[in-house]
């Protein structure tokens, strides 16, 4: 019943996130950047001013799908992102940035997480498998199911050591933005919530690794 309850409170709690997240970055997507940049503009400019050259900003489709590929060496920003005017855009390209900028100077969190990217991608090809036979199987194979947890706990793994990462490089963006004058004491805080609102989408996500995983380990235990 506790799980259920936690799985219930996830849900929700996963729901007013991503509406806030809508709702904040719908709001700011109509205060314009001071000198009227573009995400392009902020992105290749933030990277210039921190002597990065060797990092190529890119349009890619979709909606969220902003990333740095720290293994090409790309800033891929959205549509909106890429061509907006506008603090949401800007905080965005910003915050991307910034992880350019954190494997610039080596930053831990980030090179441990890149090391756990092929861990996390060889994990969710199996893990869902392993563990629905494990469950099923728990009497016959009873290891089998801690196989399909060790794998998991990679995942939860890599969904809190995301959580520095993505604070680190919302401080960064802020920080340039604010020093650039791409945003001004008014829109300062504007930028801030778009970002902290998009970081509370990490927290969710984290915590809810977390629940599941300690629901498989409490299968397991029942044995």
């Known amino acids: 019943m506790g799980y259920i309850a936690l799985f219930i409170f996830i849900a929700i709690a996963s729901f007013v996130v991503q509406t806030n997240l809508q709702s904040k970055f719908k709001r700011y997507s109509r205060l314009a950047t ?3 940049l573009s995400g392009a503009d902020v992105a290749r400019i933030m990277l210039q001013q921190y ?3 060797d990092v190529a900003v890119q349009c890619v489709d979709g909606q969220l799908t902003d990333h740095y590929d720290p293994t090409k060496k790309v800033v891929n920003i959205s549509r909106d ?3 907006g005017r ?3 855009a800007a905080a965005v390209a910003a915050h991307e940035c910034g992880h350019a900028v954190q494997h610039a100077v080596a930053y831990a969190p980030l090179q441990l997480r890149s090391a756990l990217v092929p861990v996390v991608n060889f994990a969710s090809q199996w893990v869902s498998w392993i563990l629905l036979i494990g469950v099923f ?6 290891g089998l199911i801690w196989i399909g947890i060790a794998l ?4 939860t793994l890599f969904s809190f050591v995301t959580l520095p990462v993505e604070i680190d ?3 960064r963006a802020l920080s340039w933005l604010a020093q650039s004058n791409v945003t001004t004491p008014q829109t300062a805080e504007p930028a801030r919530e778009a970002l902290r609102s998009a970081a509370y989408t990490y927290v969710i996500a984290a915590i809810s690794s977390l629940g599941t995983l300690l629901y498989y380990i409490s299968i397991a235990r029942r044995d």
Not at 137 to 142: G, K, Q, T
Not at 152 to 155: H, L, V
């Open 137 to 142: 199987s728990i009497e016959m194979f009873p």
């Open 81 to 83: 992102v890429y061509n």
């Open 51 to 53: 002597g990065i050259k």
């Open 152 to 155: 998991f706990a990679t995942t």
């Open 86 to 88: 506008n603090i949401a």
């Open 34 to 36: 001071n000198g009227n």
């Open 169 to 171: 490089a919302s401080k």
